[in-house]
């Protein structure tokens, strides 16, 4: 990790997939960011900080006991808010049965592309399929604006 200049820190989210939970994380970009795109033969650089991001979450135990913690201090702090912070399912899942918790090898990745619209979408087609291509195209969310977010 030394010397690598990753210039955010990944959303993780728990998504429940038959009787397990599994921890993907996503990292965002602006459309208008030029780390989207590349020319042909030239890797793009959101993937390559993706492929950066596993490499540091190698360590699958650890990262699984640090959130099944992180689910276990959001369920004390729901409650210490008298109801008004609302929790997932799957969070209070995840605190009841931490074994449930789960995370691919390696980890699994999402990317959500903000500030996107339909007429920018014809010229972004070839980065577009780079990106699907490499994360699939349910891990590839595009919205125009950031109000009412669900990933």
Do not use: C, H
């Amino acid at each position: 990790m030394i010397g690598w200049k990753l210039g955010s820190t990944p959303v993780a989210t728990f998504e429940p997939v038959g009787d397990s939970i599994k921890l993907v994380f996503w990292e965002a970009k602006l459309f208008s960011n030029k780390e989207l795109r590349a020319s042909d033969g030239r890797e793009v650089p959101v993937l390559t900080q993706i492929k950066k991001y596993r490499q540091i979450l190698k360590n699958i135990s650890g990262v699984l006991e640090s959130y099944r913690q992180v689910a276990s201090n959001q369920v004390a702090l729901a409650e210490m808010s008298g109801g008004k912070r609302k929790l997932s399912k799957a969070v209070f899942t995840v605190n009841e049965t931490p074994s449930k918790l789960v995370m691919s090898d390696p980890a699994d990745f999402g990317l959500f592309i903000y500030d996107y619209d339909e007429p920018q979408s014809e010229a972004f087609r070839p980065y577009l399929k780079r990106l699907t291509d490499y994360l699939t195209e349910s891990r590839v969310k595009k919205k125009g604006s950031v109000r009412g977010l669900q990933i």
